[in-house]
């Protein structure tokens, strides 16, 4: 199972690699998520799309408060 500890975003010269770090901390979350879908019996590539979709829906909702 995965655990959600998350590391405070970079500082100084390292925040200019915001977008990668975060994805770096994102990525065993996913991971693991389309691992237990897949175990369920869900197809990867809809899972992964779905999670996308989510993703993309929770931008949108949230852009104006950006």
């Known amino acids: ?15 200019a ?6 994805q770096r901390q994102l990525l065993p979350i996913v991971q693991e998520t389309v691992r237990a879908a897949v175990a369920a019996g869900w197809n990867q590539k809809d899972a992964l799309l779905a999670l996308v979709e989510v993703a993309w829906d929770l ?8």
């Open 59 to 66: 931008y949108e909702t949230h852009r104006e408060d950006l």
């Open 1 to 15: 199972m995965v655990e959600f500890n998350f590391d405070g975003p970079p500082v100084g010269d390292a925040a």
């Open 17 to 22: 690699d915001l977008s990668s770090e975060c």
